[in-house]
């Protein structure tokens, strides 16, 4: 039963109330990167269908506790979780930027943490993520797929408040296409919850290729084998291990890196290497010589490598004088 569920929640994407529902390849890599075994407690406070729970699952948990807003999302993820062997479970439905929701998890004492919020202000994206991780216990694992910049935008108060009192040990930038329909970048933030950051250095990588393909009107989908096969355990083993480009080839595949908290909440993409090409040194100097035989190139030709190659041809015969009577009779 567990085999034809993973299957159906894999395939089950839609937004409601904000909530972008996560596929289960890196529900169950995040549960993974934060050694999810079978004595943890895993809480997801936004738990949407309860597919990160049985992500969670997946990786060896099997006590799962599950907060949602929406009643009948709510309902369909008990509906689900009851088909699972071996497990127990509890899903309350509640407000996670609540105390009530903050009280809640303090007696429930979870022991790893895996969290997709709604990404969206109005739905409160950075206040239940600080609600929820500010109610655990100190030395808590905490993994959370958000949008690439949302630490970076929030106020300096609740940046300085956060690194006071948390630290984002990684952040893992996801492939683009990670939710089909959607086209919003997500990173995955692992987090330890209860330690202040005290300017820790950062380990950011990006996963830019999963290996998935497009299916016709379904999510992407591992129909080679990719992932399961290739690319999970190297990218797994590199990111654990915290490996950088000296250290292995993967790691330089992931452009594996440290960054500073206090320059950066988020992973950086490299600096592309300035470049100049032949092209444009020409345009540029073809353009200083009609501009001194007063000749207003943008009036004629706004593209300019269709101006290049017009006044290169022009000027091959090495007498800028000859343009001026063309480009008069073009005015005209």
Request: net charge negative.
């Amino acid at each position: 039963m567990g085999a034809d569920l993973y299957g159906y929640m894999e395939n089950w994407h839609k937004a409601k109330n904000g909530q972008v529902f996560t596929p289960l390849h890196m529900g169950r890599f995040a549960a993974k990167l934060m050694d999810t075994d079978d004595t943890d407690t895993v809480l997801d406070a936004c738990c949407g269908s309860g597919a990160l729970l049985f992500a969670a699952h997946a990786e060896g948990a099997d006590k799962l506790l599950g907060i949602e807003y929406d009643e009948e999302v709510k309902k369909l993820a008990e509906e689900n979780l009851k088909n699972v062997d071996d497990i127990t479970y509890e899903i309350r439905q509640g407000d996670s930027q609540s105390g009530e929701v903050s009280e809640w998890i303090k007696e429930k004492q979870p022991t790893k943490v895996i969290l997709n919020p709604p990404y969206e202000r109005k739905y409160g994206c950075m206040k239940i993520v600080k609600n929820v991780v500010d109610s655990l216990e100190c030395g808590t694992k905490v993994a959370i797929f958000i949008p690439d910049k949302k630490f970076e935008k929030e106020s300096k108060k609740y940046k300085q408040t956060w690194n006071n009192s948390h630290t984002i040990d990684a952040i893992i930038k996801m492939p683009k296409n990670l939710f089909y329909g959607f086209s919003v970048e997500v990173s995955l933030f692992l987090i330890t919850a209860g330690v202040p950051q005290d300017n820790k250095k950062i380990y950011t990588c990006y996963i830019e290729d999963d290996g998935l393909v497009q299916v016709k009107n379904k999510s992407p989908q591992d129909l080679k084998g990719k992932w399961e096969n290739e690319l999970k355990d190297k990218y797994f083993h590199c990111i654990y291990n915290r490996e950088t480009e000296t250290d292995s080839d993967t790691a330089k595949e992931l452009d594996a890196k440290w960054i500073e908290p206090s320059e950066h909440l988020s992973y950086q993409l490299p600096e592309k290497p300035f470049e100049i090409h032949e092209e444009d040194f020409e345009i540029t100097a073809l353009n200083y010589m009609c501009f001194k035989e007063g000749i207003n190139l943008d009036e004629l030709w706004k593209d300019k490598y269709q101006r290049w190659a017009m006044i290169k041809a022009l000027a091959q015969s090495g007498r800028t004088d000859s343009l001026n009577p063309i480009f008069r009779k073009e005015e005209q």
